[in-house]
T-cell receptor, first 116, second 114 residues
Framework: KAGVTQTPRYLIKTRGQQVTLSCSPI?????VSWYQQTPGQGLQFLFE???????NKGNFPGRFSGRQFSNSRSEMNVSTLELGDSALYLC???????????????FGPGTRLTVL | ELKVEQNPLFLSMQEGKNYTIYCNYS?????LYWYRQDPGKSLESLFV?????AVKQEGRLMASLDTKARLSTLHITAAVHDLSATYFCAVVRLSNFGNEKLTFGTGTRLTIIP
């Protein structure tokens, strides 16, 4: 069974540009979450999607947005890039979006974004 | 706001020694994960702890959860070099929809010295 895939793996942008990152979940998984990892702030939750709907959102400015498609693939977009947006962006998928049964999140390899 | 503190931040230990990493969190939680991350790599799930008193063991690693004390520990027994990595705990709060939102600890960078 293929794991979570993220594209691209590496990306270099300049300040003010925008960027779109893509995440394909494990087949059959319907929930996709995004996280940002930086040396200063650590790992922080961005947002979570289930069935094309954003269910949870972290404390990030509106420049960070996302969406999910009917095949559960997800994209996140960052507009007007700032130097501080340089980070490893991780996507995670799980099989269900809710319920009392725990559904482990499986992480992709990440996209390393560098903003110059 | 849920806060998760991990200590120590850095840990150098000799092969063969035992040590414990601590994860404290500030509010009630629904479950807790431990992850391993190698440099430049993604997160690898080690354990999920679902209830108070839960204990999980895999090889030289053992994790436990005390929900009353809001504390989880990751114990390393007889460390070997290939355990060198950064370890994160992540505390789960369930949303109104029942899906998970992870709040991560700061991470513990573990270096095993031969």
């Amino acid at each position: 069974k293929a794991g979570v895939t993220q594209t691209p793996r590496y990306l270099i942008k300049t300040r003010g540009q925008q960027v779109t990152l893509s995440c394909s979940p494990i087949s059959g998984h319907r929930s996709v979450s995004w996280y940002q990892q930086t040396p200063g702030q650590g790992l922080q939750f961005l947002f979570e999607y289930f069935s094309e709907t954003q269910r949870n959102k972290g404390n990030f400015p509106g420049r960070f947005s996302g969406r999910q498609f009917s095949n559960s693939r997800s994209e996140m977009n960052v507009s007007t890039l700032e130097l501080g947006d340089s980070a490893l962006y991780l996507c995670a998928s799980s099989s269900k979006g809710g319920g009392l049964n725990y559904n482990e999140q499986f992480f992709g390899p990440g996209t390393r974004l560098t903003v110059l | 706001e849920l806060k998760v503190e991990q200590n120590p931040l850095f840990l150098s230990m000799q092969e063969g020694k035992n040590y414990t990493i601590y994860c404290n969190y500030s509010t009630t939680s629904d479950r807790l994960y431990w992850y391993r991350q190698d440099p430049g790599k993604s997160l690898e799930s080690l354990f999920v702890l679902l209830s108070n008193g839960a204990v999980k063991q895999e090889g030289r690693l053992m994790a436990s959860l005390d929900t009353k004390a809001r504390l989880s520990t990751l114990h390393i027994t007889a460390a070997v070099h290939d355990l060198s990595a950064t370890y994160f705990c992540a505390v789960v709060r369930l949303s109104n929809f029942g899906n998970e939102k992870l709040t991560f600890g700061t991470g513990t960078r573990l270096t095993i010295i031969p």
